[in-house]
């Protein structure tokens, strides 16, 4: 079996969605965006240009006309039957609650092509608390990206018992034509391997600052000055988004419910959602 992968449809045109979709087309694909109404793609078109700048400036070999050509390769669309009509990879980043991921994927089966392979971006979820909604788990795995995709280009790919091994490596194979590096994980894992090593870490400092120990700042500036890394973990919190920390940790223990306690009533409460709003723990834009 021969599996070429040209056409790909991104559901869901939210921060990770879009960034997913552009980087697919900016690497020569034809990507199709699926969002839920007219509105959400309105304000996708703008992420999406607003992510042509950034290609244009920040990713190697990146031109102004590289990236119109990108935005050109990109459609938008809230007609779901349509938007799959052709694809041979769905990549699926919708919000992370079973129940929606279920109905989406139940409408997948029924309205995508047989050749469809279908991929979740899913962070918190296995692809086997998913594969039974799909009605081809052997076309069914996980292809997990990581926020700001042309910085942070790693793809993890991550399939179920039944997964087709060839499908498997046709997702490996494609991660690395859109400029991603693959990671191969051989056995289903919660976290994978970025989150399994990640979440810990900054939970451990977030524990830091909400009970007191010492600010988010100091926090960072002995982890950067300590380990010699780019970021420290609250300056990493605000590009993830506080969001998604929230959502993490208020499943967690009883002391990451305190520590999701304090994040809302300090931050997110505030309006400090992270780099997309502004400002988390740290200011951004014009006045930083």
Same mark, same amino acid.
Request: aromatic residues 10%; glycine residues 8%.
């Given at each position: 079996?021969?599996?070429?992968?040209?056409?790909?449809?991104?559901?869901?045109?939210?921060?990770?969605?879009?960034?997913?979709?552009?980087?697919?087309?900016?690497?020569?694909?034809?990507?199709?965006?699926?969002?839920?109404?007219?509105?959400?793609?309105?304000?996708?078109?703008?992420?999406?240009?607003?992510?042509?700048?950034?290609?244009?400036?920040?990713?190697?070999?990146?031109?102004?006309? &590289? =990236?119109?050509?990108? !935005?050109?390769?990109?459609?938008?669309?809230?007609?779901? %039957?349509? *938007?799959?009509?052709? /694809?041979?990879?769905?990549?699926?980043?919708?919000?992370?609650?079973?129940?929606?991921?279920?109905?989406?994927?139940?409408?997948?089966?029924?309205?995508?092509?047989?050749?469809?392979?279908?991929?979740?971006?899913?962070?918190?979820?296995?692809?086997?608390?998913?594969?039974?909604?799909?009605?081809?788990?052997?076309?069914?795995?996980?292809?997990?990206?990581?926020?700001?995709?042309?910085?942070?280009?790693?793809?993890?790919?991550?399939?179920?018992?039944?997964?087709?091994?060839?499908?498997?490596?046709?997702?490996?194979?494609?991660?690395?034509?859109?400029?991603?590096?693959?990671?191969?994980?051989?056995?289903? &894992? =919660?976290?994978?391997? !970025?989150?399994?090593?990640?979440?810990?870490?900054?939970? %451990?400092? *977030?524990?830091?600052? /909400?009970?007191?120990?010492?600010?988010?700042?100091?926090?960072?500036?002995?982890?950067?000055?300590?380990?010699?890394?780019?970021?420290?973990?609250?300056?990493?919190?605000?590009?993830?988004?506080?969001?998604?920390?929230?959502?993490?940790?208020?499943?967690?223990?009883?002391?990451?419910?305190?520590?999701?306690?304090?994040?809302?009533?300090?931050?997110?409460?505030?309006?400090?959602?992270?780099?997309?709003?502004?400002?988390?723990?740290?200011?951004?834009?014009?006045?930083?």
């Amino acid at each position: 079996m021969s599996i070429d992968i040209q056409n790909v449809t991104v559901l869901g045109s939210g921060v990770l969605g879009s960034q997913i979709a552009f980087q697919t087309a900016f690497h020569g694909f034809a990507v199709t965006v699926y969002d839920i109404s007219e509105e959400i793609l309105e304000k996708a078109q703008q992420r999406l240009s607003g992510l042509a700048g950034i290609y244009a400036k920040e990713v190697p070999g990146g031109t102004e006309a &590289k =990236a119109a050509e990108a !935005l050109a390769r990109i459609t938008c669309s809230a007609d779901l %039957a349509d *938007a799959v009509k052709d /694809a041979d990879l769905v990549i699926e980043a919708i919000p992370e609650v079973l129940d929606i991921k279920r109905a989406t994927y139940e409408q997948l089966a029924v309205l995508a092509p047989e050749k469809t392979i279908f991929a979740s971006n899913s962070s918190t979820l296995l692809p086997s608390d998913m594969k039974d909604f799909t009605g081809r788990p052997e076309k069914f795995l996980a292809l997990h990206f990581a926020n700001q995709v042309w910085k942070f280009n790693t793809a993890e790919v991550m399939g179920t018992a039944d997964t087709d091994p060839q499908v498997f490596q046709a997702v490996v194979s494609f991660a690395a034509n859109i400029g991603m590096v693959p990671i191969e994980v051989h056995k289903e &894992k =919660a976290g994978y391997v !970025l989150n399994s090593l990640l979440v810990p870490f900054l939970n %451990a400092a *977030a524990e830091l600052a /909400a009970f007191g120990y010492a600010s988010p700042e100091d926090v960072d500036k002995v982890w950067r000055i300590g380990t010699g890394a780019p970021m420290g973990p609250f300056q990493i919190y605000d590009v993830v988004g506080l969001s998604t920390a929230y959502n993490i940790l208020s499943h967690g223990t009883a002391k990451d419910r305190e520590i999701a306690v304090w994040m809302k009533e300090n931050y997110i409460d505030k309006g400090k959602m992270g780099v997309a709003t502004g400002e988390g723990f740290y200011r951004y834009g014009d006045k930083a």
